[in-house]
């Protein structure tokens, strides 16, 4: 085991990247089974400091802060190394360098060959991105190789997160990261949609040169028409045995029918549609919403929302020639409704961002593209 964190004297923690990233471009990393990572933003941490009650159950649990450094080994390979801070929310429970330590590492240059999948079943992951990679790894005990993989923005964000760092920190610069809930982590086989919401999606400190950029891409996307955007998607197909993979560049380029459809796809084993998850998640979208109309002066530029369902049902039916069930199940992933990515974010009485824009009343962009949301899922579940 390597040593520990510079000015640390608790265990050290390897992190690997979230296998199941499917949107943004900073890279989240796992911490461990139920515990994810992000580079920490002030304004991101304000928010979940001051998190409204009536939110929590709608945003990733907030865990605390770690520090984090760069490591090189004498061959140049790459590890991300983090030490809990003494004053650090613990409820991640265990020790870490136990649940996490292994003896791989991770290379920027190989980090597509290396990686160890964390979902039960080991399957492939179809994508269109030029960094896909089917890696065929020997098991621990040097067996027959078997087929893991990672989605591969996730790989991407990994591989551009390291680069940048190394090219502008030394080893012993110490990051601060975000420990938030992994959202996921109860889920075998995650069918993940990440949806940009509302209308506008430059914060208030965005440049001119930002500013144009995004609204530009506003306008030439779903975010106008509709107030939301596809920008990452992966769901199990039963028929095919892989995860169907999507990135923001396919969303950015779809009309309303267009995005309708993925939709629908992502409700889809690859041959039947998920009417039974139309209504719970349906229903869940009107709870946020509800919510969101009683937030005054929040506004939620560039966030994201995440509908997460299960495909173990896919899985099991395909197996076993089953329909689908027309009532809940047991399964505590079925549908799941998450607000993420608050970098943005800004409201009266924020101690990051004191002198940013003062909004009155709900955000509502956020509210249109919900609205829309959930008009078009209602449409799927009618049929039209």
């Known amino acids: 085991m390597v040593g520990q964190s510079p000015g640390e004297g608790r265990a050290a923690v390897l992190l690997q990247p979230f296998v199941h990233q499917v949107g943004g471009h900073t890279s989240m990393l796992t911490y461990d089974e139920h515990t994810i990572c992000k580079p920490l933003v002030s304004q991101e941490l304000s928010f979940y400091e001051s998190l409204p009650l009536a939110m929590r ?17 004498s061959l140049g390979n790459l590890t991300l190394i983090a030490s809990p801070s003494l004053g650090q929310q613990d409820s991640t429970g265990g020790d870490p360098a136990v649940t996490l330590w292994h003896k791989c590492k991770w290379s920027h240059t190989q980090v597509t060959k290396t990686f160890k999948d964390s ?13 896909h990679t089917d890696s065929l790894l020997e098991d621990a005990n040097g067996k027959q190789p078997e087929r893991k993989s990672y989605n591969p923005w996730g790989l991407h964000c990994h591989r551009q997160h390291l680069n ?49 950029r995004h609204i530009k891409k506003c306008e030439q996307s779903t975010s106008a028409s509709l107030g939301v955007r596809i920008c990452g998607m992966q769901v199990y197909q039963a028929d095919t045995g892989h995860f169907l993979c999507k990135d923001k560049y396919f969303g950015r380029k779809l009309s309303a029918e267009g995005f309708r459809q993925t939709l629908r796809q992502f409700l889809c084993t ?15 979208l009107k709870a946020l919403l509800a919510v969101i109309r009683k937030q005054s002066s929040y506004r939620f530029y560039s966030s994201s929302l995440l509908i997460i369902y299960d495909g173990q049902e896919h899985k099991e039916s395909a197996d076993h020639h089953l329909p689908f069930p027309k009532s809940h199940s047991t399964n505590p992933c079925r549908v799941d409704v998450r607000m993420i990515d608050f970098a943005h974010t800004t409201f009266k009485g924020s101690k990051s961002n004191p002198n940013s824009t003062l909004y009155d009343g709900p955000d509502h962009g956020y509210i249109f593209g919900l609205e829309n949301l959930i008009k078009i899922l209602q449409s799927l579940s009618e049929g039209k």
Not at 119 to 131: A, E, H, I, N
Not at 270 to 284: A, F, K, M, S
């Open 270 to 284: 690859g041959n039947q549609l998920r009417t039974d998850l139309l209504e719970p998640i349906v229903l869940r």
């Open 164 to 212: 940048r760092m190394s090219s502008k920190h030394n080893e012993n610069k110490l990051h601060q990261f975000l420990l938030l809930e992994n959202v996921v982590s109860k889920c075998s086989y995650p069918c993940i949609l990440d949806l940009k919401m509302g209308t506008r999606q430059h914060g208030d400190d965005a440049s001119e040169e930002k500013k144009a």
């Open 57 to 73: 159950q709608f945003t990733p649990q907030y865990k605390g802060i770690v520090s984090v450094h760069l490591k090189k080994d």
């Open 119 to 131: 979902c039960p079943g080991k399957m492939l992951l179809r994508t269109d991105l030029q960094y």
